[in-house]
């Protein structure tokens, strides 16, 4: 998939042969601030947004080059400085929540990569899928190396997905809705309770169980704040 930067500075992602989804700067960052959002507080790695991060990359080589010809002294060029440093940061932290998730989770990671149907969306990077099996090889290596070779023959091999935590898709998030939503099960907090269905409006504001709304989150319907 094929992202250029037009000249006006809006993107434009090709979705296919025919179709083209052509984004304002301003909708460009707002895509990036919400995957940086929904990653920071998602206890599982998400589907990668690769797209979005390289029109980032392009339109941060755009700004900067605007940025060159505007006049020295100029009070704009601080306005224009600090929002480049602000998209960094976003762009940034993004990328190393995914890479902290990847390094803690990693053979969770590569099992759910090899184990997605054919059409799936990729939910590694190729860039991030070569940082996942070296890190595992790495890991291997290194426990091989200090304590496995020491240990009875019986006891020289590890079980990686069993030795790693899953993430905790128990746990609970905030979330704010973006679209409407009808029927959702939520499962008791007890034993003395039973499963109950609620509805949520859109723009209401709710803390559940991440695993009840998981689906939401990568279909884009709510966000996690």
Request: contains cysteine; proline residues 4%.
């Amino acid at each position: 998939m094929s992202d250029v930067l037009s000249d006006d500075g809006s993107s434009e992602v090709n979705q296919d042969d025919s179709q083209e989804d052509v984004m304002t700067p301003a909708e460009l960052i707002a895509k990036l601030e919400e995957a940086w959002l929904n990653e920071k507080f998602s206890p599982e790695l998400l589907e990668n947004k690769s797209e979005v991060v390289e029109c980032v990359m392009e339109q941060l080589s755009h700004m900067e080059a605007n940025l060159q010809r505007v006049t020295k002294g100029d009070a704009k060029a601080g306005i224009h400085r600090m929002e480049i440093d602000r998209i960094r940061f976003v762009l940034s932290s993004y990328l190393r929540s995914r890479l902290q998730k990847i390094e803690k989770f990693f053979p969770h990671v590569l099992e759910r990569e090899k184990s997605r149907g054919e059409g799936d969306p990729s939910l590694l990077s190729p860039e991030e899928f070569a940082f996942a099996k070296e890190y595992y090889a790495m890991t291997e290596t290194y426990l091989k190396a200090v304590a496995l070779k020491r240990m009875p023959a019986n006891l020289q091999t590890v079980d990686m997905l069993k030795a790693v935590p899953e993430p905790c898709l128990d746990s609970f998030v905030f979330l704010r809705v973006k679209e409407r939503q009808e029927n959702i099960l939520v499962e008791p907090e007890t034993d003395d309770q039973r499963e109950y269905v609620v509805d949520l409006e859109e723009g209401s504001q709710h803390l559940m169980r991440y695993r009840t709304i998981a689906p939401l989150v990568s279909s884009g319907a709510v966000q996690l704040i």
